[in-house]
């Protein structure tokens, strides 16, 4: 999740609230790193971040830690527009390393309306996988 943040530029467009986003990314991996100091992958990505993104950098060096567990994460979606969405992060009991996040809509909101349309158009995508996703992968290939 932090390459995406960090690497792909589709993420700064994505998240209204980018900063806080990014922010909050370093933090997490903040608390990750001190749980597990010695993770190899951990200090591959750290490095890979820091070489290729300036706010990673400074952010790193910046040693904010924290836990998001709950929230509002706003969003500019390519196909339906504005989102707010509300979030829940779950942890699994034996592995606090596990996470599930949820996100939510409220219901009769525009956002909510907004995640119906994703799910139709998804699922037309789904029923129509013989025909129209090829082609449009055909296109990217």
């Known amino acids: 999740m932090a390459r995406f943040i960090f690497l792909d530029e589709a993420a700064r467009s994505l998240y ?77 009991t034996d592995d606090p390393d596990q996470l599930l996040g949820v996100y939510t809509a409220e219901p009769g909101t525009a956002s909510a309306e907004a995640l119906r349309l994703l799910s139709a158009w998804t699922a037309d995508a789904r029923d129509n996988k013989d025909t129209a996703i090829p082609s449009a992968r055909r296109g990217f290939a």
């Open 16 to 92: 209204a609230d980018w900063e806080t986003v990014a922010r909050s990314s370093v933090a997490a991996l903040h608390l990750y790193a001190g749980r597990h100091p010695h993770d190899p992958r951990l200090a591959e990505l750290v490095g890979e971040l820091s070489v290729r993104d300036q706010d990673f950098r400074r952010w790193w060096a910046g040693h904010d830690v924290a836990r998001r567990t709950h929230g509002t994460k706003r969003f500019h979606h390519p196909v339906v527009g504005d989102l707010t969405l509300t979030y829940d992060v779950l942890a699994a």
